[in-house]
């Protein structure tokens, strides 16, 4: 079945450490992003990429890094920059056409030690 | 910019009908989706509107007014397992087609 796969489900970070989230995606889309998403909050870009070594800071990026690689993989890195990092964690693709729906994984927990 | 506005929560009973409504003022516009969210799961696709009208999908319905910048998601004969978040999605005008979300609607469903 095709899908899109995040991992861990949790994940816990020390102060002063970087944590990366895995994405990985066999839907054969072009276009991956990271949501960041906060109680009574809604989903907030951090990054996104259009296609393969190619991407963009979305509305929160300060603090978060991204590579593409590969099609397939699209891992998000929460540095020890980013001071408010617990949040639910949401990585999604998508075809890029206007009329398509984004397809999102089960998202990762991130929590402060 | 993009703004989306959604009310917070909503109750209702089970077997009833409810209709979440959702206003936008956006850059453009180019599609509105909503999107269903289940407490720390993946949100999932219901319905997308471009042209003004209703669209209708067995029991959940969705309305959109271009005109007013605004739409409404309907849901009808309500089940316990409909209590979820209820997230509208906006995407506006530019190459990247990507969509700006409200902060969702929680819908608590009660027998």
């Known amino acids: 079945d095709g899908g899109i796969t995040q991992s861990p489900k949790y994940l816990f970070r020390k102060e002063g450490q970087n944590v990366t989230l895995s994405c990985e995606q066999n839907l054969n889309h072009d276009a991956m992003y990271w949501y960041r998403q906060d109680p009574g909050q809604g989903l907030r870009l951090i990054y996104y990429?259009?296609?393969?070594?190619?991407?963009q800071k979305g509305d929160i990026a300060e603090g978060y890094s991204v590579s593409r690689e590969k099609k397939e993989s699209f891992p998000l890195t929460v540095t020890s920059a980013q001071k408010n990092p617990t949040a639910f964690y949401l990585c999604?693709?998508?075809?890029?056409?206007?009329?398509?729906?984004?397809?999102f994984g089960d998202g990762t927990r991130l929590s402060i030690l | 910019g993009q703004n989306i506005d959604q009310p917070t929560e909503m109750t209702a009973t089970e077997g009833a009908i409810v209709q979440i409504n959702c206003t936008y003022q956006t850059s453009g516009f180019n599609g509105l989706f909503w999107y269903q969210q289940h407490a720390g799961e993946a949100p999932t696709f219901l319905s997308y509107?471009?042209?003004?009208g209703l669209e209708e999908k067995g029991r959940f319905s969705s309305f959109l007014s271009r005109s007013k910048g605004y739409s409404y998601l309907l849901l009808k004969e309500l089940q316990m397992k409909d209590s979820a978040s209820y997230l509208c999605?906006?995407?506006?005008?530019?190459?990247?087609?990507?969509?700006?979300f409200g902060r969702g609607t929680s819908l608590i469903v009660h027998p």
């Open positions: 999604a693709s998508g075809t890029g056409d206007s009329n398509q729906p984004q397809h």
């Open positions: 990429s259009q296609i393969v070594n190619d991407f």
């Open positions: 509107n471009v042209l003004d």
């Open positions: 999605a906006v995407r506006g005008s530019g190459g990247s087609y990507i969509p700006t």
